[in-house]
């Protein structure tokens, strides 16, 4: 899936790589959900 999105093949190493930082990037989002559910009571800290 990736590959055809870069348009080049990727590597083990890549693949490793871009998983890890998918798992890191759900991570974030589910942190930055729980942020974002606090912070909407206090509606200074919205974007």
Do not use: E, F, N
Request: aromatic fraction near 4%.
């Amino acid at each position: 899936m990736p590959a055809a999105l870069t348009g080049c093949p990727l590597s083990a190493t890549d693949r490793d790589l871009l998983s890890d930082r998918m798992i890191r990037d759900r991570i974030a989002v589910a942190r930055l959900g729980q942020w974002h559910r606090c912070a909407s009571r206090q509606p200074k800290y919205h974007a």
